[in-house]
């Protein structure tokens, strides 16, 4: 076949003649697909065959964005490969990322928009549309509702590493409400870390060099870790291994972790902050602690009054001085004290750093034993091996143009303008070869201030951006809202229905099980209004998210519900009003940000063939919608949003009265990056990439955090934050856990009845991605049911046996509320005997591949009160019984 016979074969192969009139009739956004490009390929692996080619593009089912290459056959996707100079994956993908292959061409895929023709709330019946009448009917429904107020749509989208994101476009330009993943899978610690040391992100260690290392809460064969969606991290962590680095596993459930650790600590779930507390009081009793970080670097000598605030002259913290004398924190001439205590006008006042240690008295690791249930002496020789091993005050000098190109790290061949030696002089850096790794685990009723009771341990050891040490964003910038949570801003009712600055949740990430809640009873949380319409991009609440009852309930409320998505989900097929079918692969997205610690990369999602049956472009969706909804044209429309958030150069800058087509969005970015060939290279190349300066990943000795901001070891403005949510009126149960340092108190499950005697966890497995990749074949074929795990020697108690069906019954001890539903039991030696876990990924009941798989555990946890404290995330823990089905 000819090159013109081939690609006249790929256009009309994807399309039938009655797509493509539909397609235009709405504009010109069909995209061209380019045939020529010679795409950097494994030289190992199979060659290619008479007929096929390679075509570059980017993972979509994950969210690391992982390099593909597609091997083609006459226009037809037929096995998917790594990109092997792809910083992320490095030439693998992993079993999703293959799977995605089938998922592609899934017959079961919509194939064409669709409109409910029954009632909401049973299994939908549809009429095949048009796109022009299925995206005049949403955008009608969001126009309507916008000239209400913007706060009646609300935007729910899955997870993605888009940067910046269609979807994050059309928010900015209508101000409509924005739901994501985030308050469900790691928001507790996200925001404990932002509010700590301004980087909005979990937990990870700097593999390259770190020696010891906590893995808490991380199955590294199940999950991502911190950043990650799979892969990277492996592959990291492996290396680490091979050169000797200690791991210790903090996590009730041993998993993936178990060939893998050298130390593993079946801690009792939701008692992690306890665990830290210990650590942190074996530190401080063996004079582990990096003064100079601590001094210049924390807010850790700043003075404090009675009232738990910072003690302020002229608007200044005060410290005190080698001299004694108290000063201001920034004279000149002031030599910092770290503890102490010191008198003005005849009251006393302690530093933070000395209240701290006081505090931290009363959690020795007996106490700490009593609560976590690790041995003391365990704990004892942890923090003395962390302590032992941060090596503190040591130095690293890291010469760049010595240090080894990422690629030639990885593959030992160098790959010309995508790595070298990075720029700069050698230097000195702090080296601290001490890691953590943590994230979703961070989603447990006191998440918050756990995370911030491991960061301070971190903190003591200065091992924040050492070499070794821990890291969180993967630049070392500080966020944008870092400096604002000196003040936490809390408003007077009525609020929205993310609780976002309200006296219940000042600090939250929106997540959709609270929201739920929030469009229930409205009234209860003095929000004035019920939104309309809900527009749910790539995900699926009702069996994704906490507390499935609540969601349901709260879809039954939107007037106008539409969907996009390649498959007829569970949300679509009870809920939705409008169905449009996405592409999966087979489109056009971007810009990628694909980098990892140690290198800078971009890339973008590519359309190795046209999009199947009638399915579209996302991105061609939404602005489609946004024209539809009339917000695309015009200096305030959608189109000119694109131009500011992608920072497109005049040259490239696009016209906001003209409709354009993503391939030329895609190409004006990377032109404006000096990327000539625009989209062209990427078909090429598939990234760009190169390795990160240290100083980007590293701090050094003088330049210990960025712009030498000082982190937020003590919480005054968590202290202020709680005293006015006590003042205008929210109970106890919403700021109780708004202290200036991490403080234990009793978890809220415990109070319930003592016949619910085990604590249900949810865990990940590696083959799912959510809710999204239990409709691949070979995926669902692995695990297609859910087990409930439990030790060996609990079930022998109970009288429970491999595969024995039991009935699962929760408690909440807050509203006396119990659920229940069947699974069948999996016998295993490696989860602490008290706990009980269940996959995430069941409980569907569209697909015919998912559908009786079992239930999903989010049935059983809950929402609110003591189930989401602090900062409205979700906690995925839950007192249950367990009983043989008879
Ligand atoms: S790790 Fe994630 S992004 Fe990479 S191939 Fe797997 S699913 Fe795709």
Same mark, same amino acid.
């Not at 964005?65 to 037809?76: E, F, H, W």
């Given at each position: 076949?000819?090159?013109?016979?081939?690609?006249?074969?790929?256009?009309?192969?994807?399309?039938?003649?009655?797509?493509?009139?539909?397609?235009?009739?709405?504009?010109?956004f069909?995209?061209?697909?380019?045939?020529?490009?010679?795409?950097?390929?494994?030289?190992?692996g199979?060659?290619?065959?008479?007929?096929?080619?390679?075509?570059?593009?980017?993972?979509?089912?994950g969210?690391?964005?992982?390099?593909?290459?597609?091997?083609?056959?006459?226009?037809?996707?037929?096995?998917?490969?790594g990109?092997?100079?792809?910083p992320?994956?490095?030439g693998?993908?992993?079993?999703?990322?293959?799977?995605?292959?089938?998922?592609?061409y899934?017959?079961?895929?919509?194939?064409?928009?669709?409109?409910?023709?029954?009632?909401?709330?049973?299994?939908?019946?549809?009429?095949?549309?048009?796109?022009?009448?299925?995206?005049?009917?949403?955008?009608?429904?969001?126009?309507?509702?916008?000239?209400?107020?913007?706060?009646?749509?609300?935007?729910?989208?899955?997870?993605g590493?888009?940067?910046?994101?269609?979807?994050?476009?059309?928010?900015? $330009?209508?101000?409509?409400? =924005? &739901?994501?993943?985030?308050?469900?899978?790691?928001?507790? *610690?996200?925001?404990? /870390? !932002? +509010?700590?040391?301004?980087?909005?992100?979990?937990?990870?260690?700097?593999?390259?060099?770190?020696?010891?290392?906590?893995?808490?809460?991380?199955?590294?064969?199940?999950?991502?870790g911190?950043?990650?969606?799979?892969?990277?991290?492996?592959?990291?962590?492996?290396?680490?291994?091979?050169?000797?680095?200690?791991?210790?596993?903090?996590?009730?459930?041993?998993?993936?972790?178990?060939?893998?650790?050298?130390?593993?600590?079946?801690?009792?779930?939701? $008692?992690?902050?306890?665990? =830290? &507390?210990?650590?942190?009081?074996?530190?401080?009793?063996? *004079?582990?602690?990096? /003064? !100079? +970080?601590?001094?210049g670097?924390?807010?850790?000598?700043?003075?404090?009054?009675?009232?738990?605030?910072?003690?302020?002259?002229?608007?200044?913290?005060?410290?005190?001085?080698?001299?004694?004398?108290?000063?201001?924190?920034?004279?000149?001439?002031?030599?910092?004290?770290?503890?102490?205590?010191?008198?003005?006008?005849?009251?006393?006042?302690?530093?933070?750093?000395?209240?701290?240690?006081?505090?931290?008295?009363?959690?020795?690791?007996?106490?700490?034993?009593?609560?976590?249930?690790?041995?003391?002496?365990?704990?004892?020789?942890?923090?003395?091996?962390?302590?032992?091993?941060?090596?503190?005050?040591?130095?690293?000098?890291?010469?760049?143009?010595?240090?080894?190109?990422?690629?030639?790290?990885?593959?030992?061949?160098?790959?010309?303008?995508?790595?070298?030696?990075?720029?700069?002089?050698?230097?000195?850096?702090?080296?601290?070869?001490v890691?953590?790794?943590?994230?979703?685990?961070?989603?447990?009723?006191?998440?918050?201030?756990?995370?911030?009771?491991?960061?301070?341990?971190?903190?003591?050891?200065?091992?924040?951006?050492?070499?070794?040490?821990?890291?969180?964003?993967?630049?070392?910038?500080?966020?944008?809202?870092?400096?604002?949570?000196?003040?936490?801003?809390?408003?007077?009712?009525?609020?929205?229905?993310?609780?976002?600055?309200?006296?219940?949740?000042?600090?939250?990430?929106?997540?959709?099980?609270?929201?739920?809640?929030?469009?229930?009873?409205?009234?209860?949380?003095?929000?004035?209004?019920?939104p309309?319409?809900?527009?749910?991009?790539?995900?699926?609440?009702?069996?994704?998210?906490?507390?499935?009852?609540?969601?349901?309930?709260?879809?039954?409320?939107?007037?106008?519900?539409?969907?996009?998505?390649?498959?007829?989900?569970?949300?679509?097929?009870?809920?939705?009003?409008?169905?449009?079918?996405?592409?999966?692969?087979?489109?056009?997205?971007?810009?990628?940000d694909?980098?990892?610690?140690?290198?800078?990369?971009?890339?973008?999602?590519l359309?190795?063939?046209?999009?199947?049956?009638?399915?579209?472009?996302?991105?061609?969706?939404?602005?489609?919608?946004a024209?539809?909804?009339?917000?695309?044209?015009?200096?305030?429309g959608?189109i000119?949003?694109?131009?500011?958030?992608?920072?497109?150069q005049?040259?490239?800058?696009?016209?906001?009265?003209?409709?354009?087509?993503?391939?030329?969005?895609?190409?004006?970015?990377a032109?404006?990056?000096?990327?000539?060939?625009?989209?062209?290279?990427?078909e090429?190349?598939g990234?760009?990439?190169?390795?990160?300066?240290?100083?980007?990943?590293?701090?050094?000795?003088?330049?210990?955090?960025?712009?030498?901001?000082?982190?937020?070891?003590?919480?005054?403005?968590?202290?202020?934050?709680?005293?006015?949510?006590?003042?205008?009126?929210?109970?106890?149960?919403?700021?109780?856990?708004?202290?200036?340092?991490?403080?234990?108190?009793?978890?809220?499950?415990?109070?319930?009845?003592?016949?619910?005697?085990?604590?249900?966890?949810?865990?990940?497995?590696?083959?799912y991605?959510?809710?999204?990749?239990?409709?691949?074949?070979?995926?669902?074929?692995i695990?297609?049911?859910?087990?409930?795990?439990?030790?060996?020697?609990?079930?022998?108690?109970?009288?429970?046996?491999?595969?024995?069906?039991?009935?699962?019954?929760?408690?909440?001890?807050?509203?006396?509320?119990?659920?229940r539903?069947?699974?069948?039991?999996?016998?295993?030696?490696?989860?602490?005997?008290?706990?009980?876990?269940?996959?995430?990924?069941?409980?569907?009941?569209?697909?015919?591949?998912?559908?009786?798989g079992?239930?999903?555990?989010?049935?059983?946890?809950?929402?609110?009160?003591?189930?989401?404290?602090?900062?409205?995330?979700?906690?995925?823990?839950?007192?249950?019984?367990?009983?043989?089905?008879?």
């Open positions: 076949m000819s090159d013109m016979d081939r690609r006249t074969f790929i256009r009309i192969s994807g399309f039938t003649a009655g797509a493509l009139a539909t397609a235009y009739s709405l504009g010109k069909l995209p061209l697909l380019e045939e020529k490009h010679t795409p950097v390929v494994d030289p190992d199979p060659p290619l065959l008479p007929g096929e080619d390679f075509y570059p593009t980017t993972c979509w089912v969210t690391q964005n992982c390099g593909i290459n597609v091997r083609r056959y006459n226009g037809r996707m037929i096995r998917l490969e990109h092997i100079m792809h992320q994956n490095s693998k993908l992993c079993p999703k990322g293959q799977a995605q292959l089938i998922g592609a899934d017959p079961f895929r919509v194939k064409a928009p669709l409109i409910r023709i029954n009632e909401k709330g049973v299994q939908g019946r549809w009429r095949e549309a048009s796109w022009v009448e299925a995206i005049t009917m949403v955008g009608y429904q969001i126009r309507t509702a916008l000239d209400k107020d913007p706060k009646y749509v609300v935007w729910s989208k899955g997870r590493r888009e940067q910046p994101t269609f979807d994050e476009a059309f928010i900015n $330009t209508t101000g409509v409400t =924005f &739901l994501d993943q985030e308050g469900l899978t790691a928001g507790a *610690g996200h925001r404990a /870390n !932002d +509010y700590t040391l301004g980087y909005n992100a979990g937990l990870m260690p700097d593999f390259r060099y770190c020696n010891y290392m906590i893995s808490w809460g991380w199955d590294m064969l199940g999950s991502g911190n950043k990650h969606c799979w892969l990277t991290h492996q592959q990291e962590f492996m290396g680490a291994r091979e050169r000797g680095m200690t791991v210790i596993t903090l996590d009730p459930r041993l998993g993936g972790m178990g060939p893998h650790t050298d130390k593993w600590l079946h801690i009792r779930p939701g $008692t992690d902050m306890a665990f =830290f &507390l210990g650590i942190a009081n074996v530190l401080l009793e063996k *004079g582990y602690i990096d /003064n !100079d +970080y601590m001094v670097y924390t807010n850790a000598p700043f003075l404090v009054k009675d009232d738990e605030q910072f003690l302020k002259v002229n608007g200044k913290e005060q410290v005190i001085d080698v001299s004694g004398e108290v000063r201001d924190f920034d004279d000149p001439h002031v030599v910092i004290q770290l503890e102490g205590e010191a008198e003005v006008d005849g009251t006393t006042y302690r530093t933070a750093f000395s209240m701290y240690r006081a505090h931290m008295k009363q959690y020795d690791p007996e106490w700490a034993e009593g609560i976590t249930g690790i041995q003391a002496t365990q704990i004892q020789a942890i923090g003395e091996e962390l302590g032992f091993q941060a090596a503190i005050g040591s130095k690293l000098t890291i010469d760049p143009s010595k240090a080894k190109p990422c690629y030639a790290a990885c593959h030992g061949d160098p790959f010309e303008g995508a790595g070298g030696g990075a720029e700069g002089e050698a230097r000195d850096y702090v080296f601290r070869p890691g953590i790794m943590a994230d979703h685990v961070t989603q447990q009723e006191m998440g918050f201030q756990a995370t911030r009771a491991a960061v301070q341990v971190f903190m003591l050891l200065g091992a924040i951006d050492a070499v070794g040490g821990v890291h969180s964003e993967f630049i070392r910038q500080t966020s944008d809202a870092f400096p604002k949570y000196d003040n936490i801003n809390i408003r007077e009712p009525p609020y929205d229905i993310t609780l976002k600055e309200s006296k219940y949740y000042p600090l939250n990430s929106a997540n959709p099980s609270v929201v739920a809640q929030v469009v229930n009873s409205p009234n209860k949380f003095e929000v004035d209004y019920t309309d319409v809900l527009i749910v991009r790539s995900s699926n609440d009702l069996i994704d998210a906490a507390s499935q009852p609540d969601v349901i309930e709260s879809y039954s409320k939107y007037k106008f519900i539409a969907v996009i998505d390649p498959w007829l989900n569970e949300t679509a097929d009870h809920y939705a009003d409008v169905v449009l079918p996405s592409a999966t692969l087979e489109e056009y997205d971007g810009p990628l694909v980098g990892t610690m140690y290198t800078r990369a971009a890339s973008l999602r359309p190795a063939i046209t999009p199947m049956y009638r399915s579209m472009m996302y991105p061609n969706i939404i602005i489609n919608i024209e539809a909804a009339d917000v695309l044209y015009g200096e305030d959608y000119n949003q694109l131009n500011q958030m992608l920072n497109l005049s040259a490239f800058w696009l016209d906001v009265d003209a409709k354009p087509q993503v391939r030329t969005i895609l190409s004006n970015w032109r404006s990056r000096g990327i000539e060939e625009g989209v062209r290279f990427f090429e190349n990234i760009t990439a190169e390795n990160r300066p240290p100083p980007e990943i590293y701090s050094a000795p003088d330049d210990r955090t960025p712009n030498n901001v000082r982190h937020r070891f003590y919480g005054d403005s968590l202290a202020r934050a709680r005293d006015q949510m006590n003042s205008m009126g929210a109970g106890p149960g919403y700021w109780r856990d708004y202290t200036p340092l991490p403080t234990w108190r009793s978890l809220t499950f415990d109070d319930s009845p003592s016949e619910y005697d085990l604590v249900l966890i949810a865990y990940r497995k590696v083959q991605q959510q809710s999204r990749a239990t409709v691949f074949a070979h995926m669902n074929e695990e297609p049911h859910q087990h409930l795990v439990m030790n060996t020697r609990t079930a022998e108690h109970k009288g429970i046996h491999e595969d024995d069906e039991v009935w699962i019954e929760s408690h909440n001890s807050v509203t006396d509320e119990t659920r539903v069947k699974a069948k039991v999996q016998l295993v030696e490696g989860i602490e005997p008290n706990t009980v876990a269940m996959s995430h990924h069941y409980g569907a009941w569209v697909n015919d591949l998912g559908k009786d079992g239930p999903t555990p989010n049935s059983l946890f809950f929402t609110g009160r003591g189930y989401s404290s602090n900062t409205a995330d979700q906690s995925f823990h839950v007192k249950v019984k367990v009983k043989r089905a008879v």
